[in-house]
């Protein structure tokens, strides 16, 4: 998680938010550990993106 939030520039906040409202479904590791793939990032990155130009 800390390294998807340093590769978008979000808060954790955000990324839970995108993951909530079903941009993405991260795999889950061992424990509570959040698995995101590539395309998990792009879409991360362009639901964001997109969210902060349409307001």
């Known amino acids: 998680m800390r390294d ?7 808060s954790r906040t955000v990324i839970t938010q995108l993951v909530e409202g079903g941009f993405v479904q ?8 959040t698995l995101f793939s590539f395309r998990d990032i792009v879409m991360l990155r ?10």
């Open 4 to 10: 998807v939030q340093r590769m978008l520039g979000v």
């Open 26 to 33: 991260p795999a889950r590791g061992h424990g509570k550990e």
């Open 46 to 55: 362009t639901a964001h993106s997109a969210a902060r130009h349409s307001g």
